[in-house]
């Protein structure tokens, strides 16, 4: 099976620091895309961001940046200015022939 | 826009009793519909694929008999546990695609089912 690793189970991060969330993977296919995913306690999957395996810059959205590393099959997620409500569950996410399959995902922790 | 909702948010039954878990897109036609389940403290695992007006992709070790899944239509598809068991307490969430992009998936709330 193509696995999506997490090597984090958990994470702390002090509020208004920033946070890098590690996400390798494998896979066979010439194209798929990278996400990632928050879930907070109330169990809701939210959507964060998006790198096409054909792009060749890195996604950013707001405070979320991917940092795409092809080669090495990285894609880590990093979260500027952390912030309380950031406290929940990070999945990574390969999507490929219409298929996601997740990673088992990080459980960030901020401390104010 | 893109919203995505699922009915009932939790359910209890008895053993041996059926529950059926609707999803619903709410702005938008899905073509295509998927069925999750997340056991606790794990990750999600992939349940079955279903594509409106045809039968539901079952994976791997997945039970289609007992696990009924209905698209009948571009905004709705319906997930049927039939005969619960304790075992299959759970927390099953439904994505659904535009098919605009062919990964960008839109999640619904989830539903926690407790077999009693």
């Known amino acids: 099976a193509q696995k999506i690793t997490q090597t984090q189970p958990g994470m702390f991060v002090q509020e208004k620091e920033a946070v890098t969330l590690d996400c390798t993977y494998d896979?066979?296919?010439?194209?798929?895309?990278l996400f990632w995913y928050k879930q907070p306690s109330s169990g809701e999957m939210i959507f964060l961001i998006y790198?096409?395996?054909?792009?060749?810059q890195n996604a950013t959205e707001g405070r979320y940046s991917l940092n795409f590393q092809k080669a090495r099959k990285s894609a880590n997620l990093v979260i500027s200015a952390s912030q309380l409500g950031d406290s929940a569950m990070y999945f990574c996410v390969r999507g490929s022939n219409y298929k996601l399959t997740f990673g088992k995902g990080t459980l960030l922790t901020v401390n104010p | 826009g893109a919203v995505v909702s699922q009915h009932p948010s939790r359910v209890i039954c008895k053993s041996g009793t059926s529950v059926k878990i609707e999803c619903r897109s709410l702005?938008?036609?899905?073509?295509?519909m998927f069925w999750y389940r997340q056991f606790p403290k794990q990750s999600l695992m992939l349940m079955a694929t279903s594509n409106e007006g045809s039968k539901a992709t079952y994976e791997q070790g997945v039970e289609k008999d007992k696990f009924l899944i209905n698209h009948a239509s571009l905004t709705l598809s319906t997930l049927t546990v039939t005969s619960a068991h304790p075992e299959d307490s759970s927390f099953y969430i439904c994505?659904?695609?535009?098919?605009?992009?062919?990964?960008?998936?839109?999640f619904g709330p989830g539903t926690r089912l407790t077999v009693l």
């Open positions: 994505s659904a695609t535009q098919g605009i992009t062919r990964y960008t998936q839109y």
């Open positions: 896979t066979s296919d010439q194209s798929y895309g």
């Open positions: 790198q096409g395996s054909y792009d060749e």
């Open positions: 702005d938008f036609q899905a073509t295509t």
